[in-house]
C-alpha cells in the first residue's frame, strides 16, 4: 500500500491504535507519521 | 462448485481445521451459521489452511487438556496460523478470509453467538497482528466456504448468493458489519 498516513490526535495511546490499525492494513512503517497538535501536523 | 468429491477437496467439519498445499485442491467447509469459518493462505508458499469454530472461547471451568482447541477462536486461530508456519507459510504473507458468524436461532435461543464469533475474530486477530482481506459475515444466512489451495481463491455459497469472496491481487474488501 503506498499511502503517506499522518496521525493526529493528543492521545498518545490513541495515536498507537490507529497506527496499529494501518499498519495491519497494510501501510509501510517508515510512511506512517504522527502529531500531537495541529502544529506539529502542519510542520510533519 | 457444488459437487465436491472427497478426490477434488477436503472437508473441514465443525470445530475442525485442515492445511494443505497446492496438491490437495480445495479446502470447503459447510453449515456455517452462528459458527465463523476462517480461511489463511500463503500465495509465495502456496499453503493453506480453513478452521471452522463454533464458540469465542472455552468455558472457564473447561480442563484445557480435554477442550478441542478447534472449537473456539481463542484457541483455534492461533493454532491455524501456528500450523501454517510450521507448515512453511509465513505470518507477514497470510491472507486471512472470513464467513459465518449470522444469526440464525431468533429471539430467546439466540445467544447472539453469530456477534460474539465476529467480536472475538476481530480481538483475536488484532491481538496478532493480522487484518483480514475479506469477509462475508453476519445476517441470518448459513455458508459455505471453498478455499482454492493453488490461486488462493475464496468462494462463499449461501442462500442469498455465489460466488467469488476474495482472490490474490483483489482490493481489500472488508464490508461492513451486517446488523
Known amino acids: 500500500m503506498n499511502y503517506r498516513i499522518l496521525i493526529v490526535d493528543d492521545s498518545p495511546l490513541l495515536r498507537a491504535t490507529a497506527r496499529r490499525a494501518v499498519l495491519q492494513a497494510g501501510a509501510a512503517p517508515e510512511r506512517v507519521r504522527e502529531a500531537q497538535n495541529g502544529k506539529e501536523a502542519l510542520a510533519a | ?179
Open chain 2, 1 to 179: 462448485m457444488t459437487d465436491i468429491g472427497a478426490n477434488q477437496g477436503l472437508v473441514v467439519g465443525v470445530a475442525d481445521m485442515a492445511i494443505g498445499s497446492a496438491a490437495k485442491g480445495r479446502l470447503v467447509t459447510y453449515a456455517l451459521g452462528s459458527c465463523i469459518g476462517l480461511s489463511a493462505f500463503d500465495p509465495v508458499a502456496k499453503v493453506g489452511g480453513l478452521l471452522h469454530y463454533m464458540l469465542p472461547q472455552p468455558a472457564e471451568q473447561a480442563d484445557p487438556k480435554t477442550l478441542k482447541p478447534y472449537m473456539y477462536a481463542t484457541t483455534g486461530i492461533p493454532l491455524l496460523v501456528r500450523k501454517l508456519v510450521e507448515a512453511g507459510a509465513r505470518q507477514d504473507r497470510l491472507l486471512l478470509a472470513a464467513a459465518g458468524g449470522a444469526e440464525i436461532l431468533e429471539g430467546a435461543a439466540n445467544m447472539a453467538i453469530g456477534k460474539r464469533n465476529r467480536t472475538m475474530l476481530r480481538k483475536v486477530l488484532w491481538k496478532m497482528n493480522i487484518a483480514l482481506v475479506a469477509e462475508d459475515t453476519g445476517g441470518s444466512v448459513a455458508r459455505t466456504m471453498t478455499l482454492d489451495l493453488d490461486k488462493g481463491d475464496v468462494h462463499i455459497r449461501s442462500r442469498d448468493k455465489e460466488g467469488l469472496l476474495w482472490a490474490p491481487g483483489m482490493k481489500v474488501t472488508v464490508a461492513k458489519e451486517q446488523p
